[in-house]
Nanobody, 118 residues
Framework: QVQLVESGGGLVQAGGSLRLSCVASGSIFTVSRMGWYRQAPGKQRELVAVSTYGGGINYADSVKGRFTISTDNAKNTAYLQMNSLKPEDTAVYYC????????????WGQGTQVTVSS
């Protein structure tokens, strides 16, 4: 089994910064992709940023220039540095990883709340 554990969420004022972390653990053979999604109340879950190992990085238009995703492949860890936060960034942030154990599958973390006050 594979577990993803997020940390780093919290309450911050508009214009502030937060850094989210996500660690993947378990019977991992390799990880090909890690990313962050978010879901605000009453809205669908949406992509925030994704990093494909050996490939590219993609961001939602709404966070370009403010958020930065990075990964530590050796530690199966992903980070999301969030700067210039806005109230509309308030959501539960979920980590996602494409992992190979004995087969490929997508895994999700439990989510971490980010609240940006105006």
């Amino acid at each position: 089994q594979v577990q993803l554990v997020e940390s780093g969420g919290g309450l911050v004022q508009a214009g502030g910064s937060l850094r989210l972390s996500c660690v993947a653990s378990g019977s991992i053979f390799t990880v090909s992709r890690m990313g962050w999604y978010r879901q605000a109340p009453g809205k669908q879950r949406e992509l925030v940023a994704v990093s494909t190992y050996g490939g590219g990085i993609n961001y939602a238009d709404s966070v370009k220039g403010r958020f930065t995703i990075s990964t530590d492949n050796a530690k199966n860890t992903a980070y999301l540095q969030m700067n210039s936060l806005k109230p509309e960034d308030t959501a539960v942030y979920y980590c996602n990883a494409r992992v190979r154990t004995t087969f490929w599958a997508d895994y999700w973390g439990q989510g971490t709340q980010v609240t940006v006050s105006s």
